[in-house]
């Protein structure tokens, strides 16, 4: 008799394990991004975004579900600055650990590289700052991005530019050759064109390459402005590579990149006078009630967790978890999210609309920005007194843009 008992509950806790098996009291979240290779800052910057989202959350008990709070335990894969390792990072997340969510990589590349591998599996993926068109002409039905593409945003500052007196007539764009890079400088052409400035040169440069030859060449031109699409090592190697030549154009525009604080470090007064394009500053007047009251707390509150000043990507990135935040509260969804919860945290995310320290977070559902926020407003900053500012479009600017640039050795 009692081993009839013994058997009994033997049987019946085996069918009662599996469930418990899979039962968890947090959000296991996948992150995909460059901690090493020549886009590690990057992609330490998207992670310090991430951190910053999960550390506050967990700080206020966790993400609230009908009453109850989950916290998020973040489970990272290097994508080497390498879109191949991106793609068998997502295997990996998808696969062996499970996650009920990612996200995304620095770079463009890597997150043309994990999306596909996302969309097999059929997990939502936010990135927090890839900004080339090409992710969202693709329509991947699984990815998001809280950064709205370069096509959108990069022809606010060649308008800042053309609006200058005597506005810059002349121009030479130049694009280091990656995803977004690429992009960025098709757009600072397209707009230039557009504005009525003509385009002397267009080139596709080779990634890492040293660019004092090519801006030799441009000293000859003599364009009244330069525009570059590169990624953080190659924009300061630009700077530098001008100062060498001694050439100074009136403007010299960039875009991601110049917001970073390593800019500035790196290039001391010969940063001075430089534009950029952003989307978000921690002087921009936001108002949230979730997590963060505005765009000054947020920046103050990432200041003191890792001891420098927070630039869009940061924020974007953070704002990728928020986005994941409300969905998740929105459809009432608790862990571990299974098939049909993951498919109505893609409906959840496609009518999301809200306001956060970032600004506006609405995503595209159709079009060429198809999942892309496109909430937000492009700004043109420049680097005036060693900071950030924001110098357009006017309603925005806090002070009047510096032009034409003062040559380097008058500094």
């Known amino acids: 008799m009692k081993r009839n008992i013994f058997f009994v509950f033997v049987v019946a ?31 330490n910057v998207t992670k310090y975004g991430y951190d910053m989202w999960a550390n506050t959350v967990n700080s206020h008990g966790g993400i609230e579900i009908q009453g109850k709070k989950y916290k998020v335990q973040l489970f990272y894969s290097d994508a080497q600055s390498e879109p191949s390792q991106a793609a ?11 996650v009920d969510f990612v996200l995304g990589p620095y770079s463009s590349g890597a997150t043309l590289g994990a999306a596909p591998v996302l969309e097999k599996y059929k997990i939502p993926m936010i990135t927090g700052s890839a900004e080339s068109p090409l992710i969202w002409k693709q329509k991947f039905y699984y990815t998001f991005g809280t950064i709205p593409p370069v096509n959108f945003t990069g022809a606010g500052a060649i308008k800042t530019l ?42 596709i440069v080779p990634q890492g390459q040293d660019l004092t030859p090519f801006m030799s060449a441009v000293k000859v031109l003599r364009p009244d402005f330069i525009g570059f699409g590169g990624h953080d090592d190659e924009l300061i190697n630009l700077v ?50 979730i997590l963060w009251k505005d765009a000054k707390s947020y920046f103050e509150d990432a200041r003191k967790a890792f001891g420098i ?13 928020i986005a994941f935040q409300a969905a998740l509260q929105k459809i009432n969804a608790a862990p ?27 995503f595209a559902t159709e079009g060429q920005f198809y999942h892309a926020n496109v909430g937000l407003d492009p700004l043109t900053i420049q680097i005036q ?27």
Request: charged share 25%; net charge neutral.
């Open 240 to 289: 530098k590579a001008l100062h060498q030549i001694d050439y100074t154009p009136k403007a010299l525009l960039m875009h991601y990149g110049v917001t970073e604080p390593a800019f500035i470090e790196a290039l001391g007064k010969d940063a001075e006078y430089v534009f950029g394009g952003s989307v978000w500053t921690g002087s921009l007047h936001t108002k949230s009630d």
């Open 13 to 43: 806790l085996l069918l009662v394990l599996p469930q418990f098996a899979g039962a968890r009291d947090f959000f296991k979240v996948g992150v995909i991004t460059s901690l090493s290779g020549p886009l590690a800052t990057g992609g």
């Open 309 to 321: 000043d927070v630039d869009y990507t940061h924020a974007g990135s953070t704002a990728a978890g």
């Open 88 to 98: 068998s990072g997502a295997e990996r997340l998808a696969t062996q650990e499970k």
């Open 162 to 203: 053309a609006q200058l007196k005597p506005a810059p007539k002349k121009a030479v764009i130049l694009g280091s050759n990656d995803a977004f890079s690429k992009s960025t400088a098709e757009t600072f052409k397209e707009a230039s064109e557009k504005a009525g400035i003509k385009v002397l040169k267009f080139s």
């Open 336 to 362: 571990p999210l299974k098939m049909e919860a993951r498919e109505a945290l893609i409906k959840a995310l496609e009518d999301l609309d809200i306001t956060t320290f970032y600004g506006r977070v609405n």
């Open 385 to 411: 007194n060693g900071k950030v500012t924001l110098v357009g479009p006017e309603n925005y600017a806090e002070a009047k843009p510096w032009y034409p640039m003062k040559p380097w050795k008058e500094r």
